[in-house]
Nanobody
Framework: QVQLVESGGGLVQAGGSLRLSCGAA????????GGWFRQAPGKERAFVAA????????YYADSVKGRFTISRDNAKSTVYLQMNSLKPEDTAVYYC??????????????????WGQGTQVTVSS
């Protein structure tokens, strides 16, 4: 079992930046891939980014490429999501996730086993 807790959400103006953090407890986090998803009001939860346990492979949704960066610090059992050039359409609850497997981008969208409780990100225009 892996327990995940997100932090760093908040209210920001369009064009601004936020960094989300996801702390993990339980089994050794370095054995898990990390990921971020988001869910906007009235929409399904959507994949944002994923990072392999080694940190040497990452995937992004097309909507965030070039603006968001996922990273991890295994010594701190933490995964980060740096979000730059934020847009109002980035407004959502952001969820951290962990997966015991790694594969193609289409595989990873459905591979996550553990979830955090979510943190709200609101981007004003």
């Amino acid at each position: 079992q892996v327990q995940l807790v997100e932090s760093g959400g908040g209210l920001v103006q369009a064009g601004g930046s936020l960094r989300l953090s996801c702390g993990a407890a339980g089994r050794t986090f370095r054995d898990y891939a990390g990921g971020w998803f988001r869910q906007a009001p009235g929409k399904e939860r959507a994949f944002v980014a994923a990072i392999k346990w080694s940190g040497d492979s990452v995937y992004y949704a097309d909507s965030v490429k070039g603006r968001f960066t996922i990273s991890r610090d295994n010594a701190k059992s933490t995964v980060y999501l740096q979000m730059n050039s934020l847009k109002p359409e980035d407004t959502a609850v952001y969820y951290c996730a962990a997966a015991s497997r790694w594969g193609s981008p289409s595989f990873m969208v459905r591979a996550f086993d553990y979830w955090g409780q979510g943190t709200q990100v609101t981007v004003s225009s």
